[in-house]
Nanobody, 126 residues
């Protein structure tokens, strides 16, 4: 059974940091990438970052949305089957529900991703 379980969300002041975690089980050999999306209140879900985990020549390669590049870092611990999102220099506009996801066909559209966690809330106050 495929399962993604996020943790680490919370409330922080602008300029602060948070680290999100996502424990994966049941499918890891079937996905080619993992990543994070976020959904601000009243807005559509948007892509944040991807790490390519297999099936691509750039295994371990990462991509970031322009809005978070240089502030957020995606990483993985294969032994723990855990995905991380280190978020530094947080801004109020980073406030959103953050979702861990995995996919066979990797892209920036949420509709192409196959597996999703339940989400963890991040709130950044000014």
């Amino acid at each position: 059974q495929v399962q993604l379980v996020e943790s680490g969300g919370g409330s922080v002041q602008a300029g602060g940091s948070l680290r999100l975690s996502c424990v994966a089980s049941g499918f890891t050999s079937r996905s080619n990438c993992m990543g994070w999306f976020r959904q601000p209140p009243g807005q559509p879900r948007e892509w944040v970052t991807t790490i390519y985990t297999g099936g691509y020549s750039g295994n371990g390669r990462t991509d970031y949305a322009a809005s978070v590049k240089g502030r957020f870092t995606i990483s993985q611990d294969n032994a723990k089957k855990t995905l991380y999102l280190q978020m530094d220099s947080l801004k109020p506009e980073d406030t959103a529900m953050y979702y861990c996801a995995a996919a066979r066909n990797c892209g920036t559209m949420s509709t192409t991703w196959d597996w999703w966690g339940q989400g963890t809330q991040v709130t950044v106050s000014s």
